[in-house]
C-alpha cells in the first residue's frame, strides 16, 4: 500500500511539473473561467460552513475536508462540460443551488441543534410550520446570507463572459468530452489521494455517522451529506436484511450487562411511592441553569426551587435528545431507550414494539393518561402514546383554547394547568391509582412574546443615595433584550403556572396520595454569547469583562455542554424525601429509578440504571456518542475531554472502556428500534413457551 501511494504521488508531481513548464495552467484558466469560479466558489461555502461550525485551531488547518469537497465539486461538475455554453452555465447554477443549500441549510441548523442537518429529517418537515417564528427569531443569523454569494457570483461570471463574447471562441476550442474526460480523472484521482490518507478511526466513524461534527472535519460537508443521503435509507433497508446480526448483537449485550453489573436490586428508596398516584410535568425547555438564577434577590424558579428544596432533587440530570427534540425526551423517559440514528422514534419507527412506563404502570392497576395543549398528531403523539401505554390523550381539542389564554405555540401553561385540574379530578374519582403525564407548552422557543410573561426584570436595579440624602435607583441592563434574559422571564411565568397548578390540585385534596415528578425535557439551545454575558457582565462598563480579569468565568464549548443539564424533581406533599442526590444521571436512568420506588419488577430492556443502586458508577451518553460521569466530561468528536475533578487523574483505559460502551449502546439501542427486536424477541418467547402440537 504504502508503495503505491508513493508512486501515485510520485507520478502527481512529475505531471504538475510538467503543466507548469507548458503553461498549462495558464491556458485551463483562460479557458475555462465558468467551471473555475463554480469550483471557487463552492469550496468557499463549504470551507467558510466548517468555519463557522467548528471552532477548532485541527479544523480551521484541516486539508483532507477540502480535497474531499474539492473531489466531489469537479467530479459532479466535469459532466457540466458535455454541454454547450448555456446549457453547461445552467448545469453548473443547478449544482451552485444545491450546494449553496446544503451549506446555508447545515449552518442554520447547526445554530440551533450543534449538529449538521439530515435526510432522515424530511420526515420532519410536517412539524417545522408552528415553531417557523422560532426558526427566523433564535437561528437565522447575517452570516448564514454570505453564502447566497455563490449563485450571485457565478451568474455575474457568466453575464461578464456572455457579455464579451467568449463562449463562442471558448466553443469554437474545446472538444467537450475530453474536457469532461480531463476534469473528471482530476476529480478521480483527488479522490484517490484522499482515500489513501484515511485512517481505520476516520472509517469506522464514517460509517457509523453517529460524530457528525468528526465526520464534516475529516470528510467535508458534502461527503457527509452524500453520506447521511445513503444511511437514511437504512431503516428501510435494515428492516428486511441484517436482522441476524443486530438481533444476536442484542442478545450478547443484555446477556453480557446482566452478567457484570451486579448492582444490588433494592435500596433504601426501594417502594417509597408505592401505591401513590403520579402525575408527571414535562416542562419545556427548562434547564437548570434557571433554578440557579436570581435578579435583584428574585429567584427565577421560586416555586420549582422550593419543590427541589422540599423534595428529591438530581442536580447533575442530562436530557440525551438528538433531533426529535422534545419526542425523543418522552422516548427516553418512558422507555430508558435512546433516540434512533436517523429520523425519531416518534415519526419513522411509531410501529415498533415499546415497554413504556405508562404501559407498565397499566399493567399494575394504574388508569394511565397523558395531555398536551397542542395538536395531537404534532410528533406523531396521537399514535405513540397509545403505543407507549397511555389509556387516554387530551390535546389541543379537549381544551378551550383562545386568543387570550395563547402564548407562544398554543394554549398558555396556566390556563393548559387550570383546564387540566378538572380533568384529573375526574380521573381521580373513577379510579383507584392513576399516571399522568402533563406536557407544557409555553415556555417554548423563541421566547418572543415577553409582554405576556408578566413583570419579571432582568436587569440590575441599585439603591442610590443622593447629595440631598434623597433615595434614588440605577438600572444596569444586564439580560435585558438577550434571548437568553427572554428565557428567564418566560421560565419565570412557567414556574408561576406551575405554583398556581400545585395550589389547585392541593385545594382538591388531590395531592394527598400523589407524587409530582418535574423533569425538564431538554435545554433552551440559546446563544453562548449570552452565557457568557451572564458569567461575566462588568455593571460599570456595560460590558462582559475581559479574560484578564481574575473574576472572569470561562465558558467555552465545554461548559456550554454541561449546562445544558435539566432539572429532574420528585416531590410528595409530606416532603418526607428531601435530598440533592448530585451523581450523574441520564434521563434513560428515570425508568428504572422510578420503578424501583413503585416497587415494580423492573423493565429487563432499560437502557439506564437505577441511580440509587448505581450511585458514582453511572454513565450518561449522549446520542452524538458525547458522555459524561462524575469525573470527566468527554467530547467524542474532538477526542478529547474536561475534568470535572482536577485532583483526579484519568486513565487512558478509562475513556477506552467508556467510548466502548457508549459506542455499543448507541448502536444496540438503534438497532432494538430499526429492527423491533423487543417484538421479536417476544414472539420467539412465546414460541418456546407454546409449542405447535406435533412438533
Known amino acids: 500500500m504504502k508503495k503505491k501511494s508513493k508512486d501515485l504521488f510520485n507520478n502527481i508531481k512529475k505531471y504538475l511539473k510538467k503543466v507548469k513548464n507548458e503553461h498549462l495552467i495558464k491556458a485551463y484558466i483562460k479557458e475555462n473561467p465558468l467551471f473555475l469560479t463554480y469550483i471557487i466558489v463552492n469550496i468557499f461555502n463549504s470551507t467558510i460552513l466548517r468555519f463557522y461550525t467548528i471552532n477548532s485551531l485541527e479544523n480551521y488547518l484541516a486539508i483532507k475536508p477540502i480535497i474531499a469537497d474539492l473531489a466531489v465539486i469537479i467530479i459532479l461538475g466535469s459532466f457540466g462540460f458535455l454541454f454547450k455554453s448555456r446549457s453547461k452555465y445552467r448545469y453548473f447554477m443547478v449544482f451552485t443551488i444545491i450546494f449553496t443549500a446544503t451549506c446555508m441549510i447545515n449552518s442554520v441548523y447547526y445554530t440551533f441543534y450543534t449538529s449538521y442537518a439530515s435526510f432522515s429529517m424530511l420526515s420532519l418537515t410536517q412539524f417545522l410550520g408552528p415553531v417557523g417564528d422560532a426558526v427566523v427569531q433564535n437561528v437565522i443569523q447575517a452570516k448564514d446570507l454570505i453564502f447566497l454569494l455563490a449563485p450571485i457570483i457565478l451568474a455575474f461570471v457568466n453575464y461578464k463572459l456572455k457579455k464579451k463574447g467568449i463562449y463562442k471562441k ?86 453480557e450487562r446482566s452478567e457484570n453489573e451486579n448492582y444490588p436490586a433494592t435500596n433504601e428508596y426501594t417502594d417509597i411511592l408505592k401505591g401513590k398516584n403520579i402525575l408527571v410535568i414535562h416542562a419545556e425547555s427548562l434547564q437548570t441553569v434557571a433554578l440557579n438564577t436570581s435578579f435583584n434577590n428574585q429567584e427565577v424558579t421560586p416555586v420549582i426551587n422550593k419543590l427541589a428544596k422540599e423534595g428529591l432533587y438530581f442536580s447533575n440530570y442530562y436530557s440525551q435528545v438528538s433531533v426529535g427534540t422534545s419526542s425523543d425526551a418522552e422516548l427516553t423517559f418512558t422507555t430508558s431507550l435512546m433516540p434512533t440514528q436517523s429520523g425519531t422514534a416518534f415519526v419513522s419507527y411509531f410501529d415498533r414494539k415499546y415497554i413504556g412506563l405508562p404501559k407498565i404502570m397499566s399493567d399494575n392497576g394504574y388508569y394511565t393518561f397523558s395531555m398536551h395543549g397542542n395538536n395531537a398528531d404534532f410528533w406523531n403523539r396521537r399514535v405513540m402514546h397509545e403505543k407507549l401505554g397511555y389509556q387516554r390523550f387530551y390535546s389541543k381539542k379537549d381544551y378551550d383554547v383562545t386568543t387570550e389564554n395563547t402564548i407562544g405555540l398554543g394554549i398558555s401553561d396556566k390556563a393548559f394547568f387550570h383546564q387540566s385540574v378538572e380533568k384529573i379530578e375526574k380521573i381521580a374519582k373513577e379510579n383507584s391509582k392513576f399516571y399522568g403525564q402533563l406536557i407544557t407548552l409555553t415556555n417554548h422557543t423563541p421566547f418572543a412574546d415577553v409582554d405576556k410573561y408578566g413583570e419579571f426584570d432582568v436587569d440590575i436595579k441599585e439603591s442610590t443615595v443622593e447629595e440631598d440624602g434623597s433615595v434614588g435607583e440605577v438600572t444596569y441592563p444586564y439580560m435585558e433584550g438577550t434571548k437568553l434574559g427572554n428565557y428567564f422571564k418566560s421560565v419565570h411565568y412557567a414556574d408561576s403556572a406551575l405554583g398556581e397548578f400545585l395550589d389547585e390540585l392541593d385545594s382538591k385534596g388531590l395531592l394527598e396520595n400523589t407524587a409530582i415528578i418535574i423533569y425538564g425535557d431538554h435545554d433552551a439551545r440559546l446563544p453562548e454569547k449570552d452565557y457568557v454575558r451572564l458569567y461575566n457582565y462588568d455593571k460599570e462598563t456595560d460590558s462582559i469583562k475581559s479574560k484578564e480579569d481574575p473574576t472572569y468565568q470561562e465558558f467555552g464549548s465545554y461548559q456550554y455542554e454541561l449546562n445544558r443539564k435539566v432539572p429532574f424533581i420528585i416531590w410528595t406533599k409530606d416532603k418526607k424525601y428531601n435530598k440533592e442526590i448530585t451523581n450523574v444521571m441520564g434521563m434513560y436512568d428515570a425508568m428504572p429509578t422510578l420503578l424501583n420506588m413503585l416497587g415494580i419488577e423492573k423493565n429487563k430492556y432499560a437502557l439506564g440504571h437505577d441511580i440509587f443502586s448505581i450511585k458514582d458508577n453511572n454513565i450518561v451518553v449522549f446520542a452524538n456518542g458525547n458522555w459524561v460521569t462524575n469525573k470527566i466530561y468527554y467530547n467524542s468528536q474532538k477526542s478529547a475531554y474536561l475534568s470535572l475533578n482536577i485532583n483526579e487523574e484519568i486513565e487512558e483505559d478509562y475513556i477506552q472502556n467508556n467510548t466502548e460502551y457508549a459506542t455499543k449502546l448507541l448502536e444496540v439501542s438503534n438497532n432494538l428500534i430499526v429492527y423491533d427486536l423487543i417484538k421479536n424477541e417476544e414472539e420467539k418467547q412465546n414460541a418456546l413457551n407454546n409449542p405447535k402440537e406435533g412438533s
Open 170 to 255: 471558448i466553443e469554437f476550442k474545446q472538444a467537450r468530452k475530453k474536457n469532461a474526460l480531463k476534469a473528471l480523472i482530476f476529480g478521480v484521482i483527488l479522490s484517490c489521494i484522499f482515500i489513501i490518507s484515511l485512517t481505520s478511526l476516520e472509517i469506522g466513524r464514517f460509517t457509523k455517522q453517529w460524530n457528525k461534527e468528526y465526520v464534516v472535519m475529516r470528510f467535508g460537508i458534502y461527503v457527509y451529506q452524500i453520506n447521511d443521503a445513503i444511511t437514511s435509507l437504512e431503516p428501510k433497508i435494515n428492516s428486511m436484511f441484517g436482522l441476524d446480526k443486530a438481533l444476536k448483537e442484542f442478545e450478547d449485550y443484555y446477556q
